[in-house]
T-cell receptor, first 116, second 111 residues
Framework: ETGVTQTPRHLVMGMTNKKSLKCEQHLGHNAMYWYKQSAKKPLELMFVYSLEERVENNSVPSRFSPECPNSSHLFLHLHTLQPEDSALYLC???????????????FGPGTRLTVL | GQSLEQPSEVTAVEGAIVQINCTYQ??????LSWYQQHDGGAPTFLSYNGLDGLEETGRFSSFLSRSDSYGYLLLQELQMKDSASYFCAVRVLTGANNLFFGTGTRLTVIP
């Protein structure tokens, strides 16, 4: 257990569906992240939140919409996804954003998403 | 941009020692981290090198040479449970996107 939980663990959705991924961290961290992990590719950073403010949006398509209502929770809202969006979506948190030991990122177990 | 290279697969025998190399090209380099990920699991933090040299944590050690843009993860006394993917990741100073991952090395430990 890393102190970061994600639900659901598995999700199958059609291209016209709307769904949301949820992440919760119990570590008292100030920064949270969404990553996409596809086979044979590096982890791709999607969004970064620091103190509930979005500080990074890595040219992610608008069909992915993040929400950070407080420092412990992070959502990823999904709509009209494409089959190529099928991947493992990982949430992570860190104490701070700046470089140094305190920015070690702790990951949740991920949501395995399949888009039909 | 950032680029990292590490071998895609490594196989080693239980009880042996294995070294997983990582070379990188990056701007604003701050340090090198290593993560372990078992199938179906979360990446978990193993070690961090901010300075040149060797960091040891139990059976795992990590090394960094800034001048060579190179690091490695050393796993000793391999156990079957060490079969997993291992990712190196560079930390950079610039911006909020401050952690860039390699594609991972799949380690298989055989009896």
């Amino acid at each position: 257990e890393t102190g970061v939980t994600q639900t659901p663990r598995h999700l199958v959705m059609g291209m016209t569906n709307k769904k949301s991924l949820k992440c919760e961290q119990h570590l008292g961290h100030n920064a949270m992240y969404w990553y996409k992990q596809s086979a044979k590719k590096p982890l791709e950073l999607m969004f970064v939140y620091s103190l509930e403010e979005r500080v990074e949006n890595n040219s992610v398509p608008s069909r992915f919409s993040p929400e950070c209502p407080n420092s412990s929770h992070l959502f990823l809202h999904l709509h009209t996804l494409q089959p190529e969006d099928s991947a493992l979506y990982l949430c992570a948190s860190s104490q701070a954003l700046a470089g140094g030991p305190t920015d070690t990122q702790y990951f949740g177990p991920g949501t395995r998403l399949t888009v039909l | 941009g950032q680029s990292l290279e590490q071998p895609s697969e490594v196989t080693a025998v239980e009880g042996a020692i294995v070294q997983i190399n990582c070379t990188y090209q990056t701007s604003g380099f701050y340090g090198l981290s290593w993560y372990q990920q078992h199938d179906g699991g979360a990446p978990t933090f193993l070690s961090y090198n901010g300075l040149d040299g060797l960091e040891e944590t139990g059976r795992f050690s990590s090394f960094l040479s800034r001048s060579d843009s190179y690091g490695y993860l050393l796993l000793q006394e391999l156990q079957m449970k060490d079969s997993a993917s291992y990712f190196c990741a560079v930390r950079v100073l610039t911006g909020a996107n401050n952690l860039f991952f390699g594609t991972g090395t799949r380690l298989t430990v055989i009896p």
